[in-house]
C-alpha cells in the first residue's frame, strides 16, 4: 500500500488535499437561540427524549443514500436536553436569526487569516440534512463566511 | 433571473468570477438580488450583482437519487378510509425554486412518504384545497362537510383530514356540527416542517389512520401528546384547542380529558374518556352558516362602540370573550342590550380558556343576562363562535338560537366538571 502510495504522481493527477477545521465560536450564545454556549456533561440532562428520523428530500430534491439506508432500521434517537437547551434545540421551536456575535467572531478570524468575507452574510444559510446524532432536527445550519485566503503561520 | 442583463434559470449550474475568485455552482432563488449559488461543497454563498462575471455551464439535471414511489397494493382485508386533503404542514415542501413553503402533496404522495399507512387501511384521496389553515373559511368548511358526506356515504370507512394546524380547531368543530357521522372523521396536521427528518408528519398520520379505523366515530384532532415520538392524543373536535406556537404538544383538550391515547409503537389506544361508538349515529349533513359572527375579545378599558360596527355591519351574532366568569365593562350593557333588540345574538364565553363562565354570581354578570346575553357555559369561545354559526343557518327563531346554543350537541358543553 505505502510502495503504491509512493509510485503516484499527485501532481499528475491533480490531487487537492484541503484541511476542514472544525472550531466552536467563544459567543456568548449558541448559533441559532440564545442558551448559554456552554458543553454540558451527560450526568447533568434534566430531561430525555427520543425521535424517530426519516429520509427526506434535500434542498436540491436529493435524498441522501445513508440516510434512506438509515431510516429504513427504524433507529430510536435519544437526545438529552439540559438547563441550558430549549425548544429550538428539541426541534420545537423555530431557530432564532443567525448569532450576530458569532458571525462578527467568524468575519474577525477571516481577516486575520487573510480570506475575503462574502457579499450577502448572513443571509445565505445552508440547510444540511444529516443523519448524526447531534441535534433532534436532524438537520443543521451551516454558513459559507468566506472563500480563499492564506495566512503563514 | 436576470443577472448583468443576461437571463439565467434557478438551477443553471454557473462560474462566477468576482475580485479574483471564482465561485462555481447552481444558482438559487434569492430574495435580496444578490446571486446565491449552492457549491459543490454543499455551502450557500450570496455574491453581489456588481463586479461579477457570470459564465453559464449548463442546465438543472435529475436529482441523482430520490426515493422510489410506494407500490400502493390494495388489500382486500383492510378498510377503506379517505384522505381529504386540505393543505397544511403535513403536506408541504419547501419548494426550492421559489424558496416558499408550499402545500403541494396529494394523497399519494402522503402514502409515498409515509408507507405505513398502507398496513392500516386502503385509501382513496381527494385534494379539496391547497390553503394555509389561516385562509380557510365558513364556504369551505362547507365543502369540506359535503365531500366528508359524500364520502361517506359512498362506503368510505373513515375519514383523515389532512389540515394547517391554525385554524385545524375551527375546522374540527364546524364538522362537529356540520356533519353527524357513523364513522371517524380524524382531523390531523403537523407542527414541524414535513420535509425534515424529525417532522411530526408520520407519527401524526399514522395514529390518525389508526383511530380511522377504530370504533371511535365522529371529528377528532389526533395529534403529538408528548414531545417523545411516544403516542398521540384522541382529542374530541369540539374541546381541542392548540395551545403552543410550535411544540408538537400543542394541541390539548380543554374542560375535560382526551377521548384516547395511541401508542405509536403498538398502535394499541387505550380510551381515556367517553365517545360515540362507530355506527351508533346515523349520517347526517346539516351544512349551512351563518357567517355573519362575530368573536370579541374584552380588554379593560376597550370601548363598547365595537358592538355598534357590527351591528351596522349587519352582523347576526357576537360571541364574547370576557373576563373571568364572563364579565365586560358595565358601561357595555347598553350597547348590549340595543344590539340584542335588534335581533343580534350575544353569547359569552371566557378569556381564562379553562373554566365554565357564570353570569350568576357578580351584578354585572347578572346585569348580562337581564340585557340577554347567553351563557357559553364551558364551551371555547371559538367553538361557540363556529357553533353561533351553525346554530344561525339551522333557525331564527330567537328561543330555539337560545335552546341550541345551551344545549350539548357534538360534545362541546359538559355539565359536569370533573376535578
Known amino acids: 500500500m505505502m510502495d503504491y502510495a509512493c509510485n503516484i504522481d499527485y501532481r499528475a493527477i491533480g490531487l487537492k488535499a484541503g484541511l476542514e477545521i472544525h472550531q466552536q465560536l467563544a459567543s456568548r450564545t449558541k448559533l441559532f437561540c440564545c442558551c448559554p454556549n456552554e458543553i454540558r456533561k451527560a450526568e447533568d440532562s434534566d430531561f430525555e427524549f427520543f425521535r424517530y428520523l426519516r429520509a427526506r428530500e434535500s434542498e436540491m430534491g436529493e435524498v441522501d443514500r445513508a440516510a434512506a439506508e438509515q431510516a429504513m432500521t427504524r433507529k430510536k434517537f435519544i437526545y438529552k436536553a439540559y438547563d441550558t437547551t430549549c425548544l429550538i434545540e428539541d426541534d420545537e421551536e423555530p431557530p432564532m436569526p443567525l448569532n450576530p456575535e458569532a458571525l462578527d467572531i467568524a468575519l474577525k478570524a477571516s481577516v486575520l487569516f487573510n480570506m475575503r468575507p462574502a457579499d450577502g452574510l448572513p443571509a445565505h444559510l445552508l440547510r444540511r440534512l444529516q443523519w448524526l446524532y447531534r441535534n433532534a432536527l436532524g438537520e443543521s445550519g451551516h454558513g459559507h463566511a468566506v472563500p480563499g485566503g492564506r495566512r503563514r503561520l | ?419
Open chain 2, 1 to 419: 433571473m436576470i443577472i448583468n442583463g443576461t437571463e439565467y434559470e434557478e438551477g443553471d449550474r454557473v462560474r462566477v468570477l468576482r475580485d479574483g475568485v471564482t465561485y462555481e455552482g447552481i444558482l438559487m432563488p434569492s430574495r435580496s438580488g444578490n446571486i446565491v449559488l449552492k457549491m459543490k461543497n454543499g455551502y450557500n454563498v450570496g455574491l453581489s450583482q456588481e463586479g461579477s462575471t457570470v459564465e453559464f455551464i449548463e442546465k438543472e439535471k435529475p436529482p441523482s437519487f430520490r426515493l422510489a414511489p410506494h407500490v400502493h397494493i390494495q388489500r382486500a382485508d383492510l378498510p377503506k378510509v379517505s384522505i381529504l386533503s386540505t393543505g397544511g404542514t403535513i403536506a408541504s415542501r419547501v419548494d426550492y425554486r421559489t424558496g416558499a413553503v408550499s402545500s403541494q402533496f396529494t394523497p399519494d404522495d402522503i402514502m409515498d412518504s409515509i408507507p405505513e399507512l398502507t398496513e392500516i387501511a386502503n385509501y382513496n384521496g381527494e385534494v379539496l384545497s391547497m390553503i394555509f389553515s389561516e385562509d380557510m373559511d365558513a364556504a369551505i368548511w362547507q365543502k369540506l362537510a359535503q365531500a366528508v358526506y359524500r364520502h361517506i356515504n359512498e362506503g368510505a370507512q373513515g375519514i383523515i383530514i389532512t389540515h394547517g394546524t391554525d385554524t385545524m380547531q375551527y375546522t374540527a368543530a364546524a364538522l362537529s356540527f356540520m356533519v353527524q357521522s357513523p364513522v371517524p372523521v380524524v382531523l390531523v396536521g403537523s407542527q414541524r416542517s414535513s420535509d425534515r427528518p424529525s417532522s411530526d408528519n408520520a407519527m401524526n398520520a399514522i395514529c390518525a389512520a389508526t383511530v380511522a379505523v377504530s370504533d371511535i366515530s365522529g371529528v377528532s384532532v389526533v395529534m403529538h401528546g408528548a414531545t417523545s415520538d411516544d403516542f398521540c392524543y384522541v382529542h374530541r373536535g369540539t374541546k381541542v384547542r392548540k395551545m403552543h406556537t410550535s411544540a408538537r404538544t400543542a394541541f390539548q383538550s380543554v374542560n375535560e380529558a382526551p377521548i384516547a391515547r395511541v401508542d405509536y409503537g403498538t398502535r394499541a389506544i387505550t380510551v381515556l374518556d367517553d365517545y360515540v361508538k362507530r355506527g351508533e349515529k346515523d349520517l347526517a349533513l346539516r351544512d349551512k352558516m351563518e357567517p355573519k359572527c362575530a368573536l370579541v375579545k374584552f380588554y379593560p378599558g376597550m370601548p363598547s362602540d365595537i358592538i355598534d360596527y357590527y351591528l351596522g355591519k349587519g352582523y347576526k351574532g357576537m360571541v364574547i370573550e370576557g373576563t373571568g366568569l364572563g364579565h365586560v365593562n358595565r358601561q357595555w350593557i347598553p350597547a348590549i342590550q340595543k344590539a340584542i333588540a335588534s335581533g343580534m345574538t350575544m353569547v359569552m364565553t371566557s378569556q381564562c380558556i379553562n373554566g365554565r363562565v357564570c353570569d350568576r354570581v357578580y351584578s354585572t354578570g347578572i346585569d348580562l343576562i337581564n340585557a340577554g346575553v347567553i351563557e357559553g357555559q364551558d364551551m371555547l369561545a371559538e367553538v361557540a363562535l363556529v357553533k353561533l354559526m351553525w346554530v344561525l343557518g339551522q333557525t331564527q327563531d330567537k328561543d330555539e338560537v337560545r335552546r341550541m346554543m345551551q344545549t350539548d350537541i357534538a360534545g362541546e358543553i359538559n355539565w359536569r366538571s370533573p376535578v
